[in-house]
């Protein structure tokens, strides 16, 4: 996780946090990010969801964040609860009259993600990552949660490439979701992931050329059969990756 958080800085062109050791309970409702925090670790000092902090915050999975970002604490209805006004010195305190409070409104269901951009022009040429039949479409419902990419059904050991020609951020474990787990930056803040793989056969820092191989398919993180998770982000925003790939006969 420490590299995983650490590759994924490049995402949003701001250094993210590195694995700290173990800090004490926070008791403000506001907190600004410090080196050594994680996102799971706030959540756990502060006792609340990592999802209802995420979306308290605006933060979707896998929930990257930044040193310097300050953070709000969701209240019991999962939002941040607002920052008390400080009274003034020397002026007397008034307690308002208890005045009957109307019953609330049914509050409308948050969007689910941000609305889609069109294609940027000057996004890479992307090609497929690999074989096989899309069985999840951007926005879809995984675990009950909207999918940041496409699932693509494969064989064992067919081959996963590079979508385009980049560098590789991170090659590793996700332990939350994900499993084996390959990003690639391709300049102009765009980044790739593949995940579920099995063997990856590049490793950190390499540069890879368009439609290089860099993994084989197997079945790991959550995955329940052969499946390759493929992403498109820009500053670490996902975008639905079929708007970007040419189309298929």
């Given amino acids: ?102 019953a609330p409104s049914p509050r409308p269901a948050p969007p689910l993600r941000p609305p889609l951009t069109p294609r940027e022009s000057d996004a890479p040429k992307l090609r497929w990552p690999t074989e096989g039949a899309v069985v999840t479409r951007f926005g879809e419902r995984v675990s009950g949660i909207p999918s940041n990419g496409i ?11 590079a979508a385009a020609a980049g560098t590789v951020l991170y090659a590793g474990k996700e332990p939350e979701r994900f499993g084996q787990l390959i990003l690639i930056d391709h300049g102009g803040d765009f980044v790739t992931a593949y995940a579920y793989l099995g063997t990856m056969t590049v490793k950190e820092g390499d540069k890879v050329t368009a439609f290089e191989r860099i993994a084989l398919v197997g079945k790991s993180g959550e995955a329940k059969r052969p499946t390759v998770h493929f992403e498109l982000r820009r500053n670490n925003v996902p975008r639905d990756p079929e708007l970007y790939l040419p189309s298929r006969l």
Avoid: H
């Fill in 151 to 161: 699932d693509l059904a494969a064989l064992y050991g067919t081959k996963v490439r």
């Fill in 1 to 102: 996780m420490r590299r995983l958080l650490a590759a994924m800085a490049l995402l949003a062109a701001t250094p993210l946090v590195a694995q700290g050791t173990a800090r004490a309970p926070i008791v403000a409702w506001t907190y600004t990010v410090q080196s050594g925090d994680t996102f799971a670790q706030i959540a756990q000092r502060w006792g609340v969801d990592m999802a209802a902090l995420g979306e308290a915050n605006g933060i979707p999975s896998p929930y990257v964040i930044r040193i310097g970002q300050v953070l709000k604490r969701p209240g019991p209805n999962g939002v941040p609860r607002p920052t008390p006004m400080p009274t003034p010195s020397g002026a007397p305190v008034v307690t308002p009259k208890a005045v009957p409070r109307p």
